[in-house]
């Protein structure tokens, strides 16, 4: 199962909204409504950001936002700040009943 | 509160073993899987295997079939992950996460596992 493609790097400014986009298939991203976003903070574990390709847990800030399109799903940052620089990783359930992370997306804010 | 602890960080030389360990606090382990992720050193997550707590049942990534097998002892709350034929190549971070619905919304907070003659 190859990783889900994802921008290598997404950047903007303070206050800005960005997007990262995550492209699978019909066998992943496509054929289920179970893609999860991560965020990971350098030396750090993973943190659950948005699941079911738009839910938000409890206590993740509601600039957050998922959304799906076809074989594509995508997060949403708005109103940027600097605490949201990390690297951000796709996940989806595949019909393998196995899961498949994407390639990672690191944010930068100018 | 609910938290994933993993074993101490390991040494292996290549062609060796490593097993690791995940133990689960403040939830009913039977009634959530573990999965394992790997992360190499500055790349992305790797999806490795995941185990049904209650009943057992495994499901590996096709990349680490024959190399990975994961248990469970269900009496200590505690998932393990075994992985041989080490290659240098599986120098990696290793993470547990618990599954809730098809996420995983509980991290364990890693261990390094260097692989190196």
């Known amino acids: 199962q190859s990783a889900l493609a994802q921008p290598a790097s997404v950047s903007g400014s303070p206050g800005q909204s960005i997007a990262i986009s995550c492209t699978g298939s019909s066998s992943d991203v496509g054929g289920f409504d179970h893609v999860c976003w991560y965020q990971q903070e350098p030396g750090k574990a993973p943190k659950l950001m948005i699941y079911?390709?738009?839910n938000r847990p409890s206590g993740v800030s509601n600039r957050f936002s998922g959304s799906k399109s076809g074989n594509t799903a995508s997060l949403t940052i708005s109103g940027l700040q600097a605490e949201d620089e990390a690297d951000y990783y796709c996940s989806s359930f595949t019909d393998r009943n196995t899961d498949v992370f994407g390639s990672g997306t690191k944010v930068t804010v100018l | 509160q609910v938290q994933l602890v993993q074993s101490g960080a390991e040494v292996k030389k290549p062609g060796a073993s490593v097993k690791l360990s995940c133990k689960a606090f403040?939830?009913?382990?039977?009634?959530?899987?573990i999965h394992w992720v790997r992360q190499a050193p500055g790349q992305g997550l790797e999806w490795m295997g995941w185990l049904n707590t209650g009943n057992g049942n495994i499901n590996y990534s096709q990349k680490f079939q024959g190399r990975l097998t994961i248990t469970r002892d269900t009496s200590a709350s505690t998932a393990y992950m075994e992985l041989s034929s080490l290659r240098t190549e599986d120098t990696a971070v290793f993470y547990c996460?618990?599954?809730?619905?098809?996420?995983?919304?509980?991290w364990g907070q890693g261990t390094l596992v260097s692989v190196s003659s």
């Open positions: 403040g939830y009913t382990f039977t009634n959530y899987a």
């Open positions: 079911d390709v738009s």
């Open positions: 996460g618990r599954r809730n619905g098809r996420n995983l919304d509980y």
